[in-house]
């Protein structure tokens, strides 16, 4: 009773007849096909025993015993997987096997060995969890001190800039310094609100609360908008190119997030354009509309875009920003339900992408599929 109650099953090895023996009622590894049975016991070959065991635990199973049989360990003690067949179905058990040997010969040679089997299957996934939940725990703590670490930099640098300069202002009476320092205040205004704005938008996706409201846009309407801004922030030698024949469309979406996205795309090409143009463009491709912003500028190497969309990953650091803007991009645009990706080749500039569904609002009517350049 106190067997079955632990759940555990005892067997024994005779290891010259290469038979198990264990409790009919309580087989683990074991089956009852192609064994001897009678009312209590069962008899097992020993290779199907270890014909159930996972390919990638049997030799260390294998190697645990043969220590015993050998006298190099006292006793077993191994955790490992089995497959079985159930119902046309394979499932996989942890078991902890325990053994020792029970009597020898008269040269001290093991005759046979007793042990237990324990289906340990549901303890492996909680460790399994709480191994996980642990490795989120240190990540997390990993990151917070990453956070303060870059926020405590990024904060200062416009701050000091904006009370540096503002002292300055005060101070001088020729007009183009003043107007100089009020640029430079200006800059750092933007640079502050876009950091602060950053942080706000990283505490929502932590706490899952940004929101999203959806309705009917005018994609072509968003896009000129969106240039118009932008063209006043462009450097000298660079312009900001939008087709002229991209698609009249509308979709159902997030109006300021789909904005915030190609923002922050844009934001990024000015950063490291210093001459050529930038273009911003989208088309219809099936189902789906594909954003892009692509420049002229220093282009990135392959590893750097295999982290660019990486929390706090900064692909220059001499560059200003915290390295969240992209990955805000990428949640916003998984929960608008599109993708996001990047394009580039070091020195020959880079494509920044995402797509978006070409949806509609619930409430309207689709309309007939485009002919080529309209909708």
């Known amino acids: 009773m106190a067997l079955d109650v632990a759940n555990i099953v005892p067997w024994k090895w005779d290891l010259q007849a290469h038979t198990i023996l264990c409790d009919v009622n309580r087989p683990i590894e074991l089956s009852r096909e192609e064994t001897e049975v009678d009312e209590e016991q069962l008899f097992v070959p020993d290779w199907q025993y270890f014909s159930k065991?996972?390919?990638?635990?049997?030799?260390?199973?294998?190697?645990?015993?043969?220590?015993?049989?050998?006298g190099r360990i006292a006793k077993v003690?191994?955790?490992?997987?089995?497959i079985d067949k159930v119902n046309d179905h394979y499932r996989i058990d942890w078991v902890e096997a325990q053994?020792?040997?029970?009597t020898r010969d008269e040269y001290g040679k093991p005759l046979t060995l007793v042990g237990s089997s324990l289906i340990i299957t549901e303890r492996k996934r909680i460790e399994a969890e709480l191994?996980?939940?642990k490795e989120r725990a240190e990540e997390s703590n990993r990151l917070k001190s990453t956070f303060l670490a870059n926020m405590s930099h990024e904060i200062r640098t416009p701050l000091n800039a904006i009370v540096g300069f503002s002292q300055l202002l005060a101070e001088t009476d020729d007009p183009e310094e003043r107007h100089e320092f009020v640029e430079i205040i200006d800059s750092n205004n933007r640079?502050?609100?876009q950091l602060i704005s950053d942080i706000l938008d990283l505490a929502k996706i932590e706490s899952g609360t940004m929101d999203f409201k959806f309705a009917d846009m005018n994609v072509k309407?968003?896009?000129?908008?969106i240039v118009t801004s932008f063209r006043i922030k462009m450097p000298d030698n660079v312009a900001l190119i939008a087709p002229k024949d991209s698609p009249e469309c509308q979709i159902y979406s997030d109006r300021m997030r789909l904005t915030q996205v190609i923002s922050n795309f844009l934001n990024n090409a000015i950063k490291y354009t210093s001459e050529g143009c930038i273009t911003l463009a989208y088309e219809i491709i099936g189902d789906e509309i594909k954003f892009s912003v692509t420049d002229t500028g220093d282009g990135m190497s392959q590893e750097i875009q295999a982290h660019i969309f990486d929390r706090f990953y900064k692909g220059n650091t001499f560059k200003q920003g915290t390295g969240l803007g992209?990955?805000?991009?990428?949640?916003?645009?998984?929960?608008?339900?599109?993708r996001i990706g990047v394009n580039s080749e070091l020195g020959k500039g880079s494509t920044f992408w995402f797509t978006h569904p070409y949806s509609f609002s619930p409430n309207a009517k689709s309309p007939a599929s485009p002919n080529p350049g309209t909708i």
């Open 53 to 70: 065991i996972h390919k990638e635990d049997l030799e260390k199973v294998k190697k645990a015993y043969a220590d015993l049989i050998e």
């Open 77 to 82: 003690k191994e955790e490992y997987r089995v």
């Open 99 to 102: 053994a020792a040997v029970e």
């Open 131 to 133: 191994l996980s939940a």
């Open 191 to 193: 640079m502050l609100l």
């Open 221 to 225: 309407e968003v896009i000129n908008e």
């Open 326 to 338: 992209l990955s805000i991009c990428e949640t916003i645009v998984n929960r608008l339900g599109g």
